[in-house]
């Protein structure tokens, strides 16, 4: 006999008098039917939810219990009679309210305990535990232990932080949390809107090779749960306790965000693939940035009408190595149109770019400006 809860999900009951609903028979609008799948088999469905509504003939109501089972006859023959069709659904319509209540109780069962992770888990990325020995436990309470090394990551799923996330990015969100959970043994993971948080537990924190690994993984993981909507990711470096927790988790927002950046959606940056950009967010930890991109763009970032259209300009021209053609098609603009805008930056700024020194100073300042807008 094969039992089976099909239709729509099980509804989570959400007050006594509910469950108190559920635990009563079906009305005799949503009575058991049988149907003969033959060759002595019985197919009885029986209504979970007892809904007043009379169904339609042939449709089954949103949510019932589907139970497949071989019939014999008194010969012994596998074969269903009228007798046994009858008895055996009225044994199914009986137990089908029972079953439901078990099901409602444990999905309230199940929602508690996700609760009680995601709270958790928010708890110890936003620091905002009472110290880290409580947090230790309340994390072992849960099943994670946070003295072995973990590696954070993040996912933002649709057009990144910038925009408000969407009914599918939300989907695609809970989907990535449900699929780390479940492929990636002791696993910790939240979905907030259309971003995931997790901590994925690592067997050896002093090696990168296993975090190139997991980054390959992750590439296959996230493409698959979150079907057609964009997405990027970034993983920390590997963490032991609290306090290096929330500090992977801050590098692997930040390495999503510039890893979004730097090669397009669809992949998993790592700290170690960011280049110069993992020795500004140091100086960003420190306060040094902002201060130098104000010393180097300051004049340019004071012009309220033309100064970012000089600064992308710069940004294309230094990308372009210096190519005015290239430059000039990157930005859709005629050569000369280019030309008048570095001479205007030149002017405004009082550098030669040119000068080597000068174009290298400009080239992190407009890279450190993108970290300080992250």
Not at 50 to 70: H, K, W
Request: hydrophobic share 45%; proline share 5%.
């Amino acid at each position: 006999m094969r039992w089976r809860c099909a239709g729509a999900p099980c509804r989570r009951a959400s007050s006594r008098a509910e469950l108190r609903a559920a635990s009563r028979p079906t009305i005799a609008a949503h009575r058991a039917r049988s149907v003969s799948l033959g060759s002595g088999y019985l197919r009885v469905l029986a209504p979970l939810d007892g809904e007043r509504a009379q169904p339609d003939p042939g449709v089954c109501p949103p949510t019932f219990l589907s139970v497949i089972t071989p019939v014999q006859d008194a010969s012994g023959a596998r074969r269903p009679d009228e007798a046994a069709k009858r008895t055996l659904a009225e044994v199914i319509e009986h137990v089908a309210p029972l079953f439901a209540l078990a099901v409602a109780r444990r999905q309230q069962l199940e929602s508690a305990e996700q609760r009680l992770h995601s709270e958790a888990l928010d708890a110890l990325l936003a620091g905002t535990y009472p110290d880290e020995g409580r947090m230790r436990a309340r994390a072992a309470q849960l099943g994670h232990d946070l003295a072995s090394p973990h590696v954070a990551l993040t996912v933002e799923l649709g057009g990144g932080a910038q925009e408000a996330a969407t009914p599918a990015t939300h989907r695609a969100a809970e989907a990535v949390a449900a699929a780390l959970t479940a492929e990636i043994p002791g696993s910790w993971a939240r979905a907030r809107g259309g971003e995931v948080d997790a901590l994925l537990p690592m067997d050896d924190a002093a090696s990168a090779a296993p975090l190139a690994a997991l980054a390959e993984r992750l590439v296959a993981l996230v493409m698959r749960a979150a079907g057609d909507v964009a997405w990027s990711a970034g993983l920390g470096e590997a963490a032991r306790g609290p306090v290096e927790a929330l500090r992977s988790h801050n590098e692997a927002r930040d390495t999503a965000r510039l890893g979004l950046l730097l090669f397009g959606p669809g992949h998993v940056a790592r700290t170690a693939d960011l280049g110069i950009y993992r020795l500004l967010l140091r100086l960003r930890e420190r306060g040094e940035l902002e201060d130098f991109v104000r010393r180097a763009l300051g004049p340019l970032t004071a012009e309220t009408r033309t100064g970012q259209h000089l600064l992308e300009t710069l940004d294309a021209y230094f990308a372009c190595n210096g190519n005015l053609s290239l430059a000039a098609r990157r930005l859709q603009l005629h050569r000369n149109s280019l030309i008048y805008r570095l001479n205007r930056a030149r002017s405004l700024l009082g550098y030669d770019l040119d000068d080597p020194e000068a174009r290298l100073a400009l080239q992190l300042a407009l890279k450190a400006r993108r970290v300080l807008e992250l």
